[in-house]
T-cell receptor
């Protein structure tokens, strides 16, 4: 099993550009989530989903959109990137217990 | 203020030494998770604790949750360079079906000198 796969691993954007971070899991997990990790701030929840067709906001949702059309995929969209969105992004999924994390996507917005 | 306080923030130990990392909350924790993150990589699940007084071990790492379920400790015995990394604790803040919003500590950075 591949687990949780995130792409791309690295991305550099200019302010105002849009992009999508992809997340896919092959474990048939209902729960999926996106976090950002920043120095001194820890992991902060952006959006999460408890199943296909259901999404909800986390702690820091502004500037990000998500959708969940299938159980496997949970893409994170940045509509107009800002320097404040420079961060490392993690996708995570779960059945009922621990979260399984992807390897992260490092995003730099210039 | 952080809902989950981790201490110490960073730790440098000599190979072979024992060490303890703490994770404390003012609220009751319904599920406590320990993860390890190597620099620039994802988070690897170590252990989960749910019951007051619970203790789990894996190889040289032991995690405990106190009876009140407000504090957890992670103890590494005879540390090795492979133990180096960032240790994070996370906890379920809501026990309501699948609406899980975990709260996280800021992490403890561990370096092990050979």
């Amino acid at each position: 099993n591949a687990g949780v796969t995130q792409t791309p691993k690295f991305q550099v954007l200019k302010t105002g550009q849009s992009m999508t971070l992809q997340c896919a899991q092959d474990m048939n997990h209902e729960y999926m989530s996106w976090y950002r990790q920043d120095p001194g701030m820890g992991l902060r929840l952006i959006h999460y989903s408890v199943g296909a067709g259901i999404t909800d906001q986390g702690e820091v949702p502004n500037g990000y959109n998500v959708s969940r059309s299938t159980t496997e995929d949970f893409p994170l969209r940045l509509l107009s990137a800002a320097p404040s969105q420079t961060s490392v992004y993690f996708c995570a999924s779960a059945l009922t217990g621990e979260l399984f994390f992807g390897e992260g996507s490092r995003l730099t917005v210039l | 203020s952080q809902e989950l306080e981790q201490s110490p923030q960073s730790l440098i130990v000599q190979e072979g030494k024992n060490l303890t990392i703490n994770c404390t909350s003012s609220k009751t924790l319904y599920g406590l998770y320990w993860y390890k993150q190597k620099y620039g990589e994802g988070l690897i699940f170590l252990m989960m604790l749910q019951k007051g007084g619970e203790e789990k071990s894996h190889e040289k790492i032991t995690a405990k949750l106190d009876e009140k379920k407000q504090q957890s400790s992670l103890h590494i015995t005879a540390s090795q360079p492979s133990h180096a990394g960032i240790y994070l604790c996370g906890a379920d803040s809501l026990l309501a079906g699948n609406n899980r919003k975990l709260i996280w500590g800021l992490g403890t950075s561990l370096a092990v000198n050979p």
